[in-house]
């Protein structure tokens, strides 16, 4: 179940740098990376917040991304420069954008892979490298499960079990399930936020409203009457089906 985090569910779309007319969760997943591994190479913390503001913005982008891009309306958008779109507009069109396959490159693949750890984002794991040369969440686990995580500043031995916690987390619910046990999983939520008396509409979103076969996880867009978003999040984070919160 996705918690309250923007970045920890967006990472959970599968965006491949190669595929043509990248869709809008994609999109927004190739965004949410590139803030990621710009984080990780110590840049420009406003240039970082720019790239994660945009993928919060492609996530929850309304309009039609083809129209927006076709008729450069994209830097428009608020949070959206004319860099930002002009990088949004070549991945959706070609799928590749440049910075981003110099970023990856330039970076141990398994960097990458340890800021999708609940709760272990870019800071964490630039650190965890830095100081015990480990990249890849396989490592990560080793090293925590040898102690080496508990010795590091700023960790501990809660923090080392909160770890393995998240990684044993991050395996189980990481792999794409069929479409028929997504939708009985979500009618649930979605009658819980219905039935909310400050919800003023739910639904589906992402990739199980566009009808794939398996899906990663689940997104859900809901609108609060003036003043109640925070009491729909504290119902939807006090689900009985919600084992953490990121």
Known sequence: MPGTNFHRAVRGADFKCYDSRVDKARIAAAL?????????????????????????????????????????????????????????????????????????????????????????????AKLVHDKLKVAGVDALEAAAKAGRVAALAGFGEKSQAKLLESIAALRRFSGRHLQDAAQNAARTVLEVLRKHREVVRCDLAGSLRRGLETIGDLDFLASAKPGAAEAVMRAFTSMPSVARIV
């Open 32 to 124: 949410e990376e590139i803030a990621a591994l710009l984080e990780l190479k110590g840049d420009n913390p406003f240039r970082v917040r720019a790239y994660y503001n945009a993928a919060r913005i492609m996530a929850g982008l309304q309009g039609d991304l083809d129209e927006l891009c076709a008729g450069g309306k994209l830097s428009e958008l608020r949070g959206i420069g004319k860099d930002l779109a002009g990088k949004i507009a070549e991945l959706h069109a070609t799928g590749r954008l440049r910075l981003y396959e110099e970023l990856k490159a330039s970076l141990p693949a398994g960097l990458l892979e340890m800021t999708k750890i609940p709760g272990f984002g870019p800071k964490r």
